[in-house]
């Protein structure tokens, strides 16, 4: 905490005032297809099913979040191989894909101009397209960090990235 104080403090006040203007441009437009859905005033399928695949990616990125802590807890220099991590290198990053999903599902389920699709998709798209980047960053810095370990090259050969490989 204090090296993100001390970072804090040493960044330039136009910096601070352009990411706090990014970061409020980019809840307001995640918050579209909630604020869309809400205006409906109806509980439509698309509504459901969005909801639903937000709980169960909150569910997966919670549950894995707290698997990976464990073991960071108790060997933290060691990958995480088990649990969520078992079936897929990245179930933190798969919840929180299938969260944005899930809210994408439902705005465009009750929008009905070109101007609300774009504005119920371009948040949630952007956190996607973040989540796959990250995957594909932290892959490769596994890959250096943890070959020589003994489990490791078997369980980056049997898991995907984001997905389960079947």
């Known amino acids: 905490m204090a090296n993100v104080i001390q970072a804090d403090e040493a960044m330039p006040k136009p910096v601070k005032l352009a990411l706090w203007v990014n970061c409020s441009l980019l809840l307001s437009y995640h918050l579209m297809a909630v604020y869309f859905a809400a205006n409906a005033a109806s509980l439509s399928a698309g509504v459901v099913v969005g909801a639903l695949t937000m709980y169960a990616g909150t ?3 919670g549950l894995a979040d707290w698997q990976k802590q464990q073991v960071k807890n108790a060997t933290p220099h060691q990958p995480v191989l ?4 078992r079936y897929v290198r990245h179930p933190n990053y798969l919840g929180e894909i299938l969260l944005q999903v899930g809210l994408i599902v ?14 119920v998709v371009i948040a949630p798209g952007y956190i996607i397209a973040l989540m796959i980047t990250e995957a594909r960053r932290v892959d490769a810095t596994q890959a250096t960090t943890y070959w020589n370990h003994p489990e490791y090259p078997a369980w ?11």
Request: aromatic share 4%.
């Open 59 to 61: 569910i997966i990125e």
């Open 82 to 85: 088990h649990g969520l991590f």
């Open 156 to 166: 980056r050969a049997r898991t995907g990235s984001l997905l389960p490989r079947l």
């Open 106 to 119: 439902a705005g465009l389920s009750v929008v009905g101009t070109p101007g609300e699709t774009l504005a």
